[in-house]
């Protein structure tokens, strides 16, 4: 079963920054895919970011229009972590933030669908103000 654990979250004021962590149990599933998603009050859950690896240090990423340019992923598969990186970070970024995954060791998915994610953490909230 695999567990992911997120950490980071917070209050920041616009324009600053803060980096989320997602910890997922087990090497096993360190290369699984896994996506960034956030959801505000009264909002559907939305894609913000996804990684996917062809090998333990090799990755590729994709991105939501909204967040392309101030938001990165990244992942270090031997601390079984992956990275949301958020800059110049909005008022309208004010959600929390949830780390899915996906079956499927080295799988080149990223998936911007928040259906085909089988596992979930808990969410952190991030709040920015104006």
């Known amino acids: 079963q695999v567990q992911l654990v997120e950490s980071g979250g917070g209050l920041v004021q616009a324009g600053g920054s803060l980096r989320l962590s997602c910890v997922t149990s087990?090497?096993?599933?360190?290369?699984?895919?896994k996506g960034w998603f956030r959801q505000a009050p009264g909002k559907e859950r939305e894609f913000v970011a996804a990684?996917?690896?062809?090998?333990?240090?090799?990755?590729?990423?994709d991105y939501a229009d909204s967040v392309k340019g101030r938001f990165t992923i990244s992942g270090d598969t031997a601390r079984n972590t992956v990275y949301l990186q958020m800059n110049s970070l909005k008022p309208e970024d004010t959600a929390v933030y949830f780390c899915?995954?996906?079956?499927?060791?080295?799988?080149?998915?990223?998936?911007?669908?928040?259906?085909?994610?089988?596992?979930w953490g808990q969410g952190t909230q991030v709040t920015v103000s104006s």
């Open positions: 899915a995954a996906r079956s499927g060791a080295f799988s080149s998915s990223r998936s911007h669908d928040a259906s085909e994610y089988e596992y």
């Open positions: 990684i996917s690896w062809s090998g333990r240090y090799v990755y590729y990423s």
């Open positions: 087990g090497r096993a599933f360190s290369t699984y895919p």
